[in-house]
């Protein structure tokens, strides 16, 4: 019986939307908990959480011990998606961009593809997003632009599109960073055109299926924010923080406060009907209430505070708690208030992500850091640092089946974190 009425509210979302939830939605449905892997951009949904238990609460003084590096990942800051036995991830080598996956195993590569030309800059050349796995098929959005679908077995690409010559989109000048959402049957992007902002493109054979807005691209990834059963995507693009319908891209909100005219590239942060956005550059963080009528949206700031500028990293939201990095300070704030709780120097500028009550923390300059999530206080439990290759680990870290991965330009490491 539990199965029927799953799927009978599965068959109800299609006639309301005529869009199939993609098959994470659905498995998660029809297990009441989330599939195992890392799938896309920041987890499972978007918040940087994995749903892995029985980890370790305090490494030795070396830190957990290393089950493998590989290397053959190339040039970029593409972090990694996990799922099938494979880890996925993007980088460039010589004038080419290539997707590639390693056995999540042994480190071994399995099978890289083309996709598209290498974006080129001073701060570091090669892509910047990371692929999506969606069923048995990856999405990637290069640094120069290239969306393609592939195969996940074996990288056979099914189709490409490129959005600066599809739809007149330019390049931000640090490349295209997004990673793309997959939303039933459809891809919605930021590809940054003057009339093709938002887009949205079939996931089946590449078409167009909608193009709007005017927006330059930023740096962030959308997210999926659910206000009953209506759905809004939601972009911190070039300009501003906007939401819009994925059936047709029409625009519901828009919010400009935590924009900044630099770079917007933390994914924003969502719980229930409220976003927090945050930006660097002397910016800062501010949250929205949405409220929702039929087809009709409207977002209200809730609070603004400089106390949480997040700059190439994401915060995660734990319980009542937004842990990030403002600025190079990792900052604890209470998400309803926005009173910050405790600041710590930690291990110092960098990235992370939450797992069974813990914080990973991945700096800048290589090292990485265990700490409680905790709202009253900053305790770290272990630490322990990598041999660079001398760029800024800017590649968010990964867990995966007990195991902590992260990447380094063209090293890939992989770290038992089981107890």
């Not at 509210?9 to 659905?26: C, D, F, H, M, T």
């Not at 800059?121 to 592939?150: C, K």
């Not at 501003?240 to 590239?265: E, K, Q």
């Not at 949405?290 to 505070?305: L, R």
Request: aromatic share 10%; hydrophobic share 35%.
């Amino acid at each position: 019986m539990t199965h029927m009425r799953t799927f009978a509210v599965v068959a109800l979302l299609i006639a309301v939307w005529g869009l199939e939830p993609s098959p994470w939605s659905l498995l998660t449905s029809a297990r009441g908990q989330e599939p195992e892997g890392w799938y896309q951009w920041r987890g499972p949904n978007r918040d940087g959480h994995s749903a892995e238990t029985g980890l370790l609460k305090q490494w030795p003084p070396a830190g957990p011990t290393r089950l493998w590096q590989a290397k053959g990942a190339g040039t970029g800051y593409s972090s990694l998606a996990a799922a099938h036995g494979r880890v996925y991830t993007m980088g460039a080598r010589d004038g080419t961009e290539y997707v590639m996956a390693f056995d999540a195993g042994t480190g071994n590569k399995l099978w890289e593809t083309p996709n598209g030309t290498r974006f080129r800059n001073e701060q570091g050349d090669g892509p910047r997003g990371t692929p999506t796995v969606d069923g048995n098929r990856i999405y990637a959005f290069g640094g120069s632009g290239e969306l393609s679908a592939l195969d996940a077995a074996t990288g056979t690409k099914t189709w490409s599109v490129n959005v600066v010559s599809a739809f007149g989109g330019v390049v931000p000048y640090w490349g295209y960073s997004e990673s793309p959402l997959v939303v039933g049957d459809r891809i919605v992007l930021n590809a940054g055109g003057r009339r093709a902002s938002i887009v949205a493109i079939n996931k089946a054979d590449g078409k167009t299926l909608w193009q709007n807005h005017g927006d330059e691209a930023g740096y962030s990834s959308p997210v999926l924010l659910r206000t009953g059963s209506f759905q809004q995507v939601v972009f911190f693009t070039g300009e501003r923080a906007l939401a819009v319908d994925p059936r047709d891209g029409r625009l519901l909100w828009t919010y400009t406060r935590a924009s900044n005219n630099t770079a917007n590239i933390a994914t924003p942060v969502v719980r229930g009907n409220r976003v927090f956005f945050s930006s660097d550059y002397g910016t800062g963080g501010g949250m929205v209430a949405v409220k929702a009528a039929g087809n009709i949206a409207a977002a209200e700031e809730v609070y603004f505070t400089r106390e949480m500028r997040n700059h190439h990293s994401s915060s995660v939201l734990v319980g009542d708690t937004l842990y990030g990095f403002s600025s190079s300070i990792l900052t604890a704030l209470n998400f309803d208030t926005g009173k910050m709780a405790w600041r710590d120097r930690s291990v110092g500028k960098g990235s992370l992500i939450y797992a069974d009550g813990m914080l990973y923390l991945y700096s800048e300059r290589g090292v990485v850091g265990l700490a409680e999530a905790n709202p009253t206080a900053y305790r770290e439990r272990g630490r322990f640092t990598i041999e660079t290759s001398g760029s800024s680990t800017w590649a968010h870290p990964i867990i995966t089946n007990g195991k902590l991965i992260l990447r380094d330009q063209d090293t890939i490491r992989a770290f038992d974190v089981r107890q």
